[in-house]
């Protein structure tokens, strides 16, 4: 895929004189930073990780900057999981870009091929006979969905709010933050003695953002605020100081636009006045002002679209203005905290600790910053919580943010690992409930998919390909060599299960059970028997996005896929056996995976990641999807305890494969190696994850361009580095790397519905409370020791030291 500049186009913000030499003074700490670090020195005294200080009061994490953002991937996001923002905090521009997780192109479509049946069996037997190029051409040709792309997420458009007699010049000093444990973007500068400070967040508790304009001298607020839309809009009549644009969504690939979006802010200035001049409000002489915004699209579900979007923005502007500034603030940072505090990370501060962010990026070496992993980690956390919460749409490959109605690769679900990547941390990190919209996403394209099923291979079941996107298209888009992948609904059903298992929500199975079941269906009915062999395989289907080398990307039976249905047709009878359901169903699904191809070592040592031992042979050796490890990370299927020779084999095709890579293979790559218990390894490819060379200065990630995936797949490596769970298992501390002698991690959940809390220094355990809310007995490990322990509800596991002495708190 090809990089694209993301500048922002009309959203970049200006750039200050005073401020610019602020920051090149950052610019040049953190360039001598770097360039002392290859020489073994440090202008500024910064302890190395071994001397880090981890303090029981930790400070409270945030990214902080000395300028305005100057484009799009320097400003900092909110969310409520609903409505977005991204914010620039410029001094006489404020600029909020903004998203709705319902603001989509398009409208309600079906994009199967009604002719894909015909030529289905012709393919597979192409693949058979090896003739792989000839198997997709015709792929193309006849089995791709109409049309044969999906639609992307859209930019809803800008908020502007100037400041009428102050100038980007007269900023005498700055400063910006986001505040993660707050939730609060915050921007602070100086102007003719003026203190003037500026707060947005995004309130999932009243679903609006909020905006306050203030100033230590009273009367000093002087704005215009108006509305800067990214589509065809209108203005439409509203209240007194109320702003109300009505923008209609985009057609795309000959699918019609359908949607309506409501863009609706309401102005508050106590002791000012405001007027309307066209389509803008001015306000004179505030104390401070303040501006509600509510986003809403018609959109009601995948199937219809209806309603009223400028009554229902006018319902929650007129609830939350009923409530003070404060009081929002309040409600928000409550809803927030639960979440956000459930779990954390610290490993120490340094003295680059005291640098902004974007100078401690630049800098780029953790191992002397231990801090900035931890806020990584405390970034990614936020972010979940900020663009997943019930009630929403799942993170999509931007999470929520996006400035372009013609994102990269449609800001859509790609569902071949970034979707998934985008949930790995959801659970062990305490935010099981922002799963919600990933389920109800799997919900829904069960029933999508079960007419592609149908229509497309005859089956039962359903099937989801490689994308889906806002109206649950689950055809094979794009082109056969990426499309064709019958796996996506497969694998996002793993992930039904491990909500379960985390959690043990019997009710919650129930629930689920159903689309599980039909998933495994699917594939009872399009097996294949390899021929000459008593083996079953998937054809057509390919190693995600890889070419082979032998003409093409088809092929039948890819190492992956038997993984994967390894492990649904585990998880359905595991959760038949305790839902005491679908019994004969469940032993055609044990007999199935009996019948799969197993993991295979090649000729180079290598984990084999095709039927036969093409891997010297394909067409890219450095590939960023290393698929064939899937055993390996999410599933356990391979590990060096139960299967060393495979273990070995998954080492020996990570070092093939390399540890260069985009954002989200640098983070799955650090996952694989912490599995394999080298957390040297695991922290190397993080400092790589950390660097500008796959960070933006507002640290999203950088595949590039920006993708989320990459944010939440190196929080759950740093995870798997401390604590791992699988089955009865504990394994604490698995692949801690020498960059981290000590430091603690809360609220991490295992599996079986318990919690932990983690403290280790000088390289070794120091405690470790584990919290049960079910009975049960597991088995801890920790550096060559064990110790089984009896879980009851309500009383507190303590292990304490490398022998892991057991207690009760």
Known sequence: MDERDRSGGEHRAPVFMVIREVTEIDRRTALAFAAAGAAGALPIRVASASAATVSPQVEAPRLWYRQPARMWLEALPVGNGRSGAMVFGGVRDEMLQL???????????DPVNTAAREALPRVRQLIFDGKFAEAEK??????????????????????????????????????????????????RFLVHGKNFRREVFASAVDDIIAIRLSCDTPRSINARIGWLPAAAAEAQPGADGSLILVQHNEASAGIEGGLSLAMNARLLAPGGRISREGDRLFVAGADEVVILVALASDYRNFELIGGDPVAATTRMLDAASAKSFDTLLRDHQADHRRLFRAASLELGRTAAAELSTDARIAIGRPADDPALVALYFAYARY???????????????????????????????????????????????????????????????????????????????WVA???????????????????????????LCLHLWDHYDYGRDRAFLERVWPVMRDAALFFLDTLLPYPGTDYLVTNPSLSPENNHGHGASLCAGPTMDM??????????????????????????????????????????????????????????????????????????????????????????TLEMRGDSSTGWGLAW??????????????????????????????????????????????????IEMLVRS????????????????????????????????????????????????????????????????????????????????????
């Open 99 to 109: 998203n709705h997780h319902r603001w989509w192109a398009g409208r309600p479509y």
């Open 138 to 187: 015709l792929a193309d040709e006849a089995l791709l969905a109409r049309p044969k792309t999906q639609m992307p997420y859209q930019n809803v458009g800008t908020l502007q709010i100037r400041l009428n007699d102050v100038y980007d010049n007269d900023a005498e000093t700055y400063e910006r933050e986001l505040d993660l444990d707050g939730a609060l973007a915050t921007a």
């Open 383 to 461: 972010l979940l919580i900020a663009c997943s919460r019930p009630g929403g749409q799942p993170a999509n490959l931007q999470g929520m943010w996006n400035d372009s109605n013609a994102p990269s690769w449609g800001s859509k679900y790609t569902i071949n690992i970034n979707t998934e990547m985008n949930y790995w941390l959801a659970e062990p990190a305490g935010l099981a409930e922002c799963v919600a919209p990933l389920v109800a996403m799997v919900e829904d394209i069960a029933r999508t998919g079960a007419r592609t099923a149908r229509t497309m291979y005859g089956a039962r079941g």
């Open 465 to 491: 390909h490689h994308n889906t996107d806002l109206w649950r298209a689950t055809a094979p888009i794009d082109l056969a060599a990426a499309g064709m992948w019958p796996m996506g609904g497969a694998w």
């Open 563 to 652: 993984q994967i249905l390894r492990d649904l047709f585990d998880r359905c009878g595991k959760a038949g056996a305790i839902l005491r359901r679908d019994g004969d169903l469940c032993r055609q699904f044990a007999a199935a995976r009996a019948r799969l191809v197993p993991n295979r070592i090649g000729k180079a040592g290598q984990l084999m990641e095709w039927l036969e031992d093409w891997d010297m042979t394909a067409a890219d050796l450095h590939h960023r999807h290393i698929s064939h490890l899937f055993g390996l990370h999410p599933s356990h299927q391979i590990n060096t305890d139960e299967t060393p020779e495979l273990a070995a084999a998954a080492r020996r």
């Open 669 to 718: 790559r650090a996952n694989f190696w912490a599995r394999l218990g080298d957390g040297d390894h695991a922290h190397r490819i993080l400092e790589t994850l950390l660097s500008s060379q796959r960070t933006y200065p507002n640290m999203f990630d950088a595949h590039p361009p920006f993708q989320i995936d990459g944010n939440f797949g190196g929080a759950n490596a740093m």
């Open 726 to 809: 699988r089955d009865d298992i504990i394994d604490l501390l698995p692949a801690l790397p020498r960059a981290w002698p000590e430091g603690a991690m809360t609220g991490i959940r295992v599996r079986g519905a318990a919690e932990l809390d983690l403290r280790w220094a000088g390289q070794q355990l120091a405690e470790c409370r584990i919290v049960p809310k079910l009975r049960g007995t597991r088995t801890v490990r920790c550096a060559g020791r064990r110790q089984t322990i009896e879980l009851r509800p309500g009383r507190t596991i303590v292990l304490s030291g490398p022998d892991l002495a057991v207690t009760h708190g």
